[in-house]
């Protein structure tokens, strides 16, 4: 599945067009990151346990929505947007959206 921001992909013609595809996860982050992290806060540095759990969510937020593309008979999904947002009492659970347009090209 080839996945790209832009309107168009170089090289290829839209033979059709689907319509829009998503995908969504959320993900929460434990105590143990939590506690990594304000630790970093205090001492600075990056917070690696909260970039991973941020990968992980992307991965699987775009690993859903190109299966869904997939399904629908699509090759390429363009238009593709990712976004994040902090859910919860206490901002601990994390939420990544994307979507984007299934099209076939050639």
Same mark, same amino acid.
Not at 24 to 33: H, Q, R, S, V
Not at 52 to 57: I, M, N, Q, R
Not at 82 to 96: F, P, Q, R, T
């Given at each position: 599945?080839?996945?790209?921001?832009?309107?168009?992909?170089?090289?290829?013609?839209?033979?059709?067009?689907?319509?829009?595809? !998503?995908?969504?996860?959320?993900?929460?982050?434990?105590?143990?990151?939590?506690? @990594?992290? /304000?630790?970093? +806060?205090?001492?600075?540095?990056? @917070?690696? !346990?909260?970039? +991973?759990?941020?990968?992980?969510?992307?991965?699987?937020?775009?690993?859903?929505?190109?299966?869904? @593309?997939?399904?629908?008979? @699509?090759?390429?999904?363009?238009?593709? +947007?990712? +976004?994040?947002?902090?859910?919860?009492? /206490?901002? !601990?659970?994390?939420?990544? /959206?994307? !979507?984007?347009?299934?099209?076939?090209?050639?």
């Amino acid at each position: 599945m080839l996945l790209t921001t832009t309107p168009t992909i170089e090289g290829h013609k839209i033979e059709q067009y689907y319509g829009i595809v !998503s995908g969504e996860t959320i993900i929460g982050a434990n105590f143990l990151k939590d506690f @990594a992290a /304000s630790i970093h +806060d205090i001492f600075g540095g990056r @917070a690696g !346990s909260y970039e +991973d759990t941020l990968l992980e969510a992307k991965e699987t937020a775009i690993r859903e929505m190109s299966e869904r @593309a997939r399904q629908m008979g @699509a090759n390429a999904i363009i238009g593709v +947007d990712i +976004d994040y947002e902090a859910l919860g009492s /206490s901002n !601990s659970m994390l939420m990544v /959206s994307c !979507s984007g347009t299934a099209v076939r090209i050639v």
